[in-house]
């Protein structure tokens, strides 16, 4: 079992920075491929960034450019880094891994990106 506790939401203005942060507790985190997805009202979930136990990353089209998603594995932690932020970024951005074909969720950050 893997528990994934977010931190770092805010609320932050167009252009600014923020950097989140999960942090995976319960099993190993070698071998994790781990991300971030975000969910507006009314939206469905979509996917942000994604790291593979590897270091092999993958961004959405819309971040690319703008957010870096990476790992302290000393620190069973993953972070996103978003820069120039959007007012469209502005959702609950949770915190997901995928390790020995389970799927595990955080519960969720939010960020509110003002114009």
């Known amino acids: 079992q893997v528990q994934l506790v977010e931190s770092g939401g805010g609320l932050v203005q167009a252009g600014g920075s923020l950097r989140l942060s999960c942090a995976a507790s319960g099993s190993t985190f070698s071998g994790m491929t781990m991300g971030w997805f975000r969910q507006a009202p009314g939206k469905q979930r979509d996917m942000v960034a994604i790291?593979?136990?590897?270091?092999?990353?993958n961004l959405a089209d819309s971040v690319k450019g703008r957010f870096t998603i990476s790992t302290d594995n000393a620190k069973n932690t993953v972070y996103l880094q978003m820069n120039s932020l959007k007012p469209e970024d502005t959702a609950v951005y949770l915190c997901?891994?995928?390790?020995?074909?389970?799927?595990?969720w955080g519960k969720g950050t939010l960020v509110t990106v003002s114009s």
């Open positions: 997901y891994a995928y390790y020995s074909t389970r799927t595990y």
């Open positions: 790291i593979s136990s590897s270091g092999t990353t």
